[in-house]
């Protein structure tokens, strides 16, 4: 079973919490320069599945910021008013806090939800975002507010909190290849090639987001005028070298790399996993694309020819 995972609610609402903060958990990862972490706040969004032991691509929502539903009228003003839960509000300015609960008295016995602002702090432009929005909005039953949260979002939190592995580039020749020699390439320790994350809004909808691994792609860290690369053979994670096996995936170097820095090129081997959206509308996603690198020294081979 895959572990749940909790999305934080991490601090409370103005004047009271809606729910009580659970504990401040980070999904994230980085591919080189870029960087990906989800950690939502005032949020009952939950998420599960594969977040963890992998890699993100740095994906990021469009907007870090959205409304999710919250208590009915009746409720909201229960909580809202409660003089215990509010009294250091409610002694250090008593009309300002009256001020404040009659918005939650004037819906009474209005049908319809409070909702309220929730956004990724993760996302640099998060807190910004969230601070834009109203604390709280009163939405007729069957209504989404303007920046209420949809399907779309949803699924875009569960693409940003999903990870895939990054896999270790082999080679044979392992070592040390040669001009003009088949270098074949593979990754291990891809594990699963299939890898999901799901992001639920209890009572609501969710959203599932599913990567299948389907190839890889070679650089061999040089231009074709040193290297032949050969990728039409490779499968979802490349072929791994087998005594008279066919050179379908790899690279043949054609020039030495003494003359390179460090004296080696830097290969990167790309995996590519599309990715699918399950639970609701059609919603289409670019490829994880998650990247892997390897230093491979190339000889030239010498020989003497004598009378």
């Known amino acids: 079973m ?12 103005l004047f009271g919490a809606l729910d009580p903060p659970s504990e401040d958990v980070r999904v994230g ?14 949020s009952k969004i939950t998420i599960s599945g594969d977040v963890r032991n992998g890699r993100s691509d740095g994906y990021q929502m ?21 003089p215990v839960a509010n009294r250091g509000r409610a002694q250090t300015d008593e009309e300002g806090f009256r001020a404040f609960i009659q918005q939650f008295k004037d819906k009474l016995g209005q049908p319809g ?21 109203e604390q709280f909005v009163f ?32 080679l044979n020749p392992d070592a040390k290849s040669y001009v003009n020699l088949p270098t074949f390439v593979w990754l291990e320790g891809v594990g699963d090639t299939t890898r999901s994350v799901t992001a639920t809004l209890p009572g609501v909808m969710s959203a599932t987001v599913t990567a299948t691994l389907s190839d890889i792609r070679i650089d061999a860290g040089t231009g074709s005028d040193r290297a032949e690369v050969r990728e039409d053979g490779c499968g979802a994670a490349g072929r791994p070298y087998a005594r008279g096996a066919e050179f379908t995936c790899g690279v043949r170097y054609l020039r030495a790399s003494i003359d390179r820095p460090r004296e080696v090129y830097e290969l990167t081997v790309t995996s590519v996993w599309p990715v699918t ?20 020294p190339v000889g030239e081979v010498q020989s003497n020819v004598r009378p």
């Not at 959205?66 to 229960?78: C, Q």
């Not at 996302?123 to 601070?131: Q, T, Y």
């Open 2 to 13: 895959k572990p749940l995972i909790a999305v934080v609610v991490a601090g409370s609402l």
């Open 62 to 82: 469009r907007s870090p910021c959205w409304y999710e539903p919250g208590l009915d009228a009746e409720k909201m003003f229960e909580q809202m008013s409660d």
């Open 139 to 170: 939405v007729p039953p069957g209504e989404t507010p303007p920046s209420g949260i949809t399907f779309q979002e949803l699924a875009e939190i569960a693409r940003a909190a999903l990870t895939v592995p990054e896999g270790k580039v082999e």
């Open 29 to 42: 990862g980085s591919q080189k320069d870029r960087t990906s972490t989800v950690v939502l706040e005032h």
């Open 277 to 296: 959206v399950t639970g609701g509308a059609d919603i289409q996603f670019d490829p994880v694309q998650v990247e892997a690198t390897r230093d491979v």
């Open 113 to 133: 939800l409070w909702w309220s602002p929730a956004y990724n702090s993760g996302d640099r432009r998060g807190a910004a975002c969230w601070a834009g929005l």
